[in-house]
């Protein structure tokens, strides 16, 4: 809470002498991207779903408080480290790719980094891992159902290692493989929790459309919200492209 007591509204806001005139929604095309990757959890549905024996109630409300807490931690970090660095000390820290340590670097004009490098690690640790164990816990379930490996001791051992072997390798060949790897993953959560989602609604109320009128979960919204989420995902799909292209401004502090 001590680094809490260093925060500046002013710069927080952005409302320094230094950033007058600056526009900062140019950027918002780029971070689409990284969003819906930060905050997706629809790979995690079918293992709720397993889970939770198709109660669709208890699904809402873990996959909601799920996402609200991820969000909370997210504002915290973001208020944190965006309340005391100017934004044009950014720079550094966005050339070196995100490195805590320029980061730390950067705020010690600021604040007393004196054991925060050990808090950040922790973060930046904790990040990883439940990002890795959010999205093998659905992977695990698609490749069981994949490969057809059945629910017993051996079949989920099996799982496991199809889920897990791979990665672990890629680990051990390339540490900072996550790094470049997540630049991408918003193209790929575009596909497959938007796109996709949306354009199976649509099959299935078009092939089976008595059961979709007396299903009694139905989400809300019609054709409208169907619609809404496959374009949004398709601007997220040309905002990760235009970004990779270079068609559209990147922050660099």
């Not at 509204?9 to 007058?20: E, G, T």
């Amino acid at each position: 809470m001590g680094h809490y007591s260093h925060l500046d509204i002013a710069v927080l806001l952005n409302q320094l002498p230094q950033a007058v005139g600056s526009e900062y929604m140019p950027y918002v095309w780029v971070a689409l991207p990284v969003c819906l990757a930060s905050f997706g959890f629809h790979m995690n549905v079918p293992s709720l779903m397993a889970y939770y024996q198709n109660d669709t109630q208890k699904v809402r409300i873990s996959i909601i408080g799920g996402s609200l807490i991820a969000f909370a931690i997210y504002a915290l970090w973001q208020t944190a480290v965006q309340g005391v660095l100017p934004r044009h000390e950014f720079a550094p820290v966005i050339a070196a790719g995100g490195d805590v340590a320029v980061l730390l670097q950067a705020l010690s004009a600021y604040v007393s980094t004196d054991g925060l490098n050990e808090t950040l690690n922790a973060f930046a640790f904790m990040a990883i891992v439940s990002s890795f164990l959010g999205v093998s816990l659905g992977l695990f379930d698609y490749m069981a159902d994949l490969f057809k490996f059945g629910n017993s001791a051996t079949g989920r051992l099996k799982s496991a290692a199809v889920t897990f072997v791979p990665p672990y390798i890629a680990c051990i060949l390339f540490p900072t493989g996550f790094v470049t790897v997540i630049g991408y993953v918003g193209l790929g959560a575009a596909i497959w929790t938007a796109v996709i989602p949306a354009l199976l609604v649509f099959a299935s109320r078009r092939r089976f459309p008595k059961t979709s009128a007396n299903n009694s979960y139905l989400l809300k919204g019609g054709s409208v919200l169907i619609w809404f989420v496959l374009a949004f995902g398709i601007i997220n799909i040309l905002a990760q492209i235009f970004t990779q292209l270079g068609w559209l401004p990147s922050f660099h502090g």
